[in-house]
């Protein structure tokens, strides 16, 4: 959470220091990723071509929050809507093995197995198989070799080391344009050039044909038990938020939004594993003010099962540019489901 408060909120005299020691760390780190690019676009370094499928990367130039998974399952379960064999390839960040994993929403190994983005993504998409690996080249090869026709790269902008067919950039506007680890880019702003289509989540004013406009709502809320509620249940009711992810304050935004009365927030880093006593805490919390405690979907794939947590579900909704979509990864708006349609 420390460099998230020191690249995201009002600097003190404090973060400013920390940044100025920073800011030599980043003036490598651009070196390298200028170094790395030039190779890579001069084809001295090799690439990997996946021939009988059609390649996608979702990514982004900031380090965490761009919404990366709710766009790939949008893709995902678009593309099997579509009669597509659907294969996503991740890291599975946070997770404790290195081997490969293959899961499906019916097959879903622990979380510490295959981290808790790849059990979410393989949830919210039956019918998709989830690859997590950290060879993804290699993963792409396999998957066209087993008949798989569109492979969704989560987090695969900075992968470069396999061709992608589309290239789907997420736009995040950051107040910060410093590099790692000064700031939260991962890769310097013109990279943007190699993108394909530019995912922006707000509206924007832009002439640039690439550009797709889309937001998030919250359609629905899962209760404890399994049993899905319209997210209006919300309404006037005291909340809890338990949340690790990049950005918590959209969360919060998002339970305001919808009538919910915040009273406390727990937050902790992307993919914290919560411990008894937090959890603990949380939940006295809210049956100190007769409240419920909400986690989103990607924290829930980390608490224990029978966890008294109610779940924020999230989904895609594209205000402009379906077109663009459509066309780039050759699929079928009419196949778009009610619950993903704008």
Not at 219 to 226: A, F, K, T
Not at 229 to 249: E, F, N
Not at 279 to 308: S, W, Y
């Amino acid at each position: 959470m420390y460099f998230e408060r020191l690249w995201y909120e009002p600097p003190t005299w404090r973060r400013r220091a920390v940044s100025i020691c920073l800011a030599p760390f980043a003036l490598l780190y651009a070196c390298v990723i200028v170094v790395r690019n030039f190779a890579y676009d001069r084809r001295w370094l090799p690439i990997v071509k996946v021939r009988g499928a059609l390649v996608v990367s979702v990514g982004n130039l900031v380090v965490g929050g761009a919404g990366k998974t709710p766009v790939t399952i949008f893709l995902a379960r678009w593309a099997r809507a579509c009669g597509r064999r659907v294969v996503v390839l991740t890291r599975g960040y946070g997770r404790s093995s290195r081997q490969i994993v293959r899961l499906n929403s019916k097959t879903l190994p622990e979380v510490t197995v295959s981290g808790d983005e790849p059990r979410l993504i393989a949830r919210r998409c039956p019918g998709v198989e989830v690859w997590v690996g950290y060879d993804r080249a290699a993963l792409a090869l396999s998957a066209a070799d087993a008949g798989f026709d569109f492979i969704v790269l989560d987090d695969g902008f900075q992968h470069r080391r396999l061709h992608r067919d589309v290239d789907i950039l997420i736009h995040v506007a950051s107040q910060s344009q410093w590099l790692l680890p000064r700031g939260p880019l991962r890769d310097l702003p013109h990279s943007a050039r190699r993108a394909s289509i530019l995912w922006c989540w707000d509206e924007v004013r832009s002439h640039d044909e690439r550009v797709v406009i889309a937001g998030t709502r919250s359609r629905s809320v899962i209760d404890p038990s399994g049993k899905r509620h319209d997210a209006s249940i919300l309404c006037h009711q005291k909340v809890v938020l338990l949340t690790a992810i990049a950005r918590p304050a959209r969360v919060r935004a998002s339970v305001e939004r919808l009538g919910g009365l915040v009273i406390c927030a727990f937050e902790f880093r992307d993919h914290y594993v919560f411990s008894t006593t937090e959890l603990n805490q949380a939940m006295r919390c809210a049956e100190e003010h007769q409240g419920i405690v909400v986690t989103t979907e990607k924290d829930r794939e980390r608490l224990p099962e029978g966890c008294n947590v109610w779940t924020l579900q999230m989904d895609v909704t594209v205000a402009s540019g379906l077109s663009i979509l459509a066309s780039g990864l050759g699929l079928d708006p009419a196949f778009l489901s009610n619950d993903e349609d704008s």
